[in-house]
T-cell receptor, first 118, second 112 residues
Framework: AQKITQTQPGMFVQEKEAVTLDCTYDTSDPSYGLFWYKQPSSGEMIFLIY??????QNATEGRYSLNFQKARKSANLVISASQLGDSAMYFC???????????????FGTGTLLAVQP | NAGVTQTPKFQVLKTGQSMTLQCAQDMNHNSMYWYRQDPGMGLRLIYYSASEGTTDKGEVPNGYNVSRLNKREFSLRLESAAPSQTSVYFCASRGTDMGEQYFGPGTRLTVT
């Protein structure tokens, strides 16, 4: 069964430092997609970054990058130069592929709460 | 361009009452989804609609029904609310071929 695991319930980081949020996944499908979402205290879910299973390079979006290690089935999110506004819950998710093709359903991990300290 | 909108933002129900959560998107997306978020459990899929006229069960469909009214609107109905349905409910629609989903602001539902 497809599964996403985030083993860090909470993390602290100093402002301006980099931080890595861990995500491992389990799937037997060769084609899949991995996503990271940010949920600030206001509650909305914000799409950050995407990595496809066949992508040769790690995805980057501004200060966000995804450290994709396919053999280890990990898709860690790296936030460079942390800012106070980065304090939020972060969710890793995987696009599930069903019979006959992609169902486009997302499976979410349980999240990591990041606190950026001044 | 409002993206995904949900109403209401907050609701308190008594056990056994019914209600419908409304969701609309203006991005011309085909697929729409309903999730619930509970502490420590991430988001779990209740129902989804791959296209107008179709709906399918997700991981936790019991106690819920959905209607894909048209391409823009996807509603979630609780016929007889139970305290176990106290949660935050999110509606989402699917974007490009990457499969990223765009979420509404959520509805915080309390069932007493």
């Amino acid at each position: 069964a497809q599964k996403i695991t985030q083993t860090q319930p909470g993390m602290f980081v100093q402002e301006k430092e980099a931080v890595t949020l861990d995500c491992t996944y389990d799937t037997s499908d060769p084609s899949y997609g991995l996503f990271w979402y940010k949920q600030p205290s206001s509650g909305e879910m914000i799409f950050l970054i995407y990595q496809g299973s066949y992508d040769q390079q790690n995805a980057t979006e501004g200060r966000y990058s995804l450290n994709f290690q396919k053999a280890r089935k990990s898709a860690n999110l790296v936030i460079s130069a942390s800012q106070l506004g980065d304090s939020a819950m972060y969710f890793c998710a995987m696009r599930e592929k069903g019979y006959g093709g992609a169902t486009n359903k997302l499976i979410f991990g349980t999240g990591t709460l990041l606190a950026v300290q001044p | 361009n409002a993206g995904v909108t949900q109403t209401p933002k907050f609701q308190v129900l008594k056990t056994g009452q019914s209600m419908t959560l409304q969701c609309a998107q203006d991005m011309n997306h085909n697929s729409m989804y309903w999730y619930r978020q509970d502490p420590g459990m991430g988001l779990r899929l209740i129902y989804y609609s791959a296209s107008e006229g179709t709906t399918d069960k997700g991981e936790v469909p019991n106690g819920y029904n959905v209607s894909r009214l048209n391409k823009r609107e996807f509603s979630l109905r609780l016929e007889s609310a139970a305290p176990s349905q106290t949660s935050v409910y999110f509606c989402a629609s699917r974007g490009t071929d990457m499969g990223e989903q765009y979420f509404g602001p959520g509805t915080r539902l309390t069932v007493t």
